[in-house]
């Protein structure tokens, strides 16, 4: 394949070659990720801040809204990007506003917190999504044999984009119910494309390394809102017991989830079923991890007295995320029959140890609660690979 960068001023937009060797992220992406993550910091502060000062219930709506306007932003343009990728100008030109809509959209999530203002977040949103029609329309126009597809995807996500505009003249409840079909019909617009166009050329072990990649990232916004935790707590009154234990129970989760999530077989994607399956389940992977940062910061709050909730609450919002985490990724494995976590009845009862953990968290106190949550998963992690072990000895 010729080399592709800045020089190439246009190159036709074709599908390119799902059997294509050696198929990595280009920088652009990866670019393209980071910006996307500094959404996810800001959603996963204003998670941490509802948290610490006991607005878990109304932050909770807020977080998962916000969180689904930046994946499904980051989903559309990577799958969009797995099957047309040009790397040239044009597209480059138009991802860059895409990545501008998403700073727009992280600008506004504060107000989407606070007084539960959409408009600046909804600004955001509608401009990444204006730059993907414009790629879509791009990819109508010089390959004719996905045109159709093509202009699906432009037409459903034009048509959608007019509802969030409206959406923002509704009152409550009808903002939030109007949300909730949105989502829907944004999750939509992708089946209706391809199953009753020409299904795009997505390339599976590309796709698969683009999850995979986001999650390191998002993974890493966590040991970030930990730092900054730990960062207040020394310098307001040292490193308590209890600020150790939350700081070391932090590492080896996070350092589990990790481990947990790129343990067995490589994920491949055997139709477009198991694709979407896996995408619409990854909704529930990036925003259940940024979540485990907010809980690990609350809880270093917590360890030096400075929030206004209890050790119960914040514990459940550190297992929850976690055992989430772990019953979505199990779920995951099994549908698309990628046999990546071949153990269901371990996964399954590490995610019930987490959250019987946290039952017990007012006993235990927040530093041994988080520092148990932590070698709880690392125990699953353990029993999982003893036990995959086993069975490949025995084969």
Do not use: K
């Not at 006991?54 to 689904?68: I, N, P, S």
């Not at 050329?201 to 390191?216: D, N």
């Not at 809980?295 to 055992?323: K, Y």
Request: hydrophobic share 55%.
């Amino acid at each position: 394949m010729t080399e592709r960068g800045i020089a190439d001023w246009h190159t036709v937009m074709r599908a390119r070659d799902p059997r294509e060797g050696h198929r990595a992220a280009t920088p652009l992406e990866l670019l393209f990720d980071l910006c996307f993550v500094v959404a996810v910091s800001q959603a996963a502060t204003q998670w941490h801040h509802a948290l610490s000062e006991g607005h878990a219930g109304a932050g909770l709506a807020g977080y998962l809204m916000v969180f689904f306007a930046i994946w499904w932003a980051w989903m559309n343009f990577t799958w969009f990007a797995s099957a047309y990728d040009t790397d040239d100008v044009p597209y480059r030109l138009l991802t860059l506003l895409q990545m501008a809509g998403v700073l727009v959209l992280a600008a506004g999530v504060p107000a989407a917190f606070t007084e539960y203002d959409f408009t600046v977040i909804t600004i955001g949103y509608v401009v990444m999504r204006v730059a993907m029609i414009g790629q879509w329309l791009r990819a109508a126009a010089e390959h004719a044999q996905g045109r159709r597809t093509a202009l699906r995807y432009a037409t459903g996500i034009a048509v959608v984009q007019l509802g969030w505009i409206a959406r923002l003249a509704l009152p409550q409840p009808w903002g939030l119910i109007g949300f909730v079909a949105l989502a829907v019909a944004e999750m939509l617009v992708p089946i209706w494309a391809e199953y009753r166009g020409e299904a795009t050329s997505w390339h599976p072990e590309h796709i698969a390394e683009r999850y995979g990649l986001l999650t390191i990232i998002v993974l890493g916004e966590v040991i970030l809102a930990t730092l900054a935790g730990v960062q207040d707590a020394i310098s307001e009154h040292g490193l308590s017991p209890s600020v150790l234990m939350v700081i070391l129970g932090g590492l080896v989760l996070v350092f589990s989830l990790w481990w947990i999530y790129f343990t067995g077989a490589e994920t491949t994607f055997a139709s477009l079923r198991t694709a979407l399956i896996w995408g619409y389940g990854h909704y529930l992977i990036f925003a259940s991890i940024a979540a485990v940062g907010s809980g690990l910061h609350t809880a270093l709050n917590i360890a030096e007295h400075t929030a206004h909730t209890s050790v119960h609450a914040d514990a459940f919002a550190l297992a929850v995320p976690v055992g989430l985490f772990l019953l979505v990724l199990l779920l995951l494995h099994r549908m698309t029959g990628t046999g990546a976590v071949g153990r269901p009845i371990i996964i399954a009862a590490g995610a019930v140890l987490v959250l019987v953990l946290a039952a017990t968290s007012d006993a235990l106190g927040i530093g041994p609660a988080v520092l148990a949550i932590g070698l709880a998963t690392t125990a699953t992690l353990a029993a999982e690979l003893v036990s995959t072990a086993r069975s490949a000895s025995r084969s």
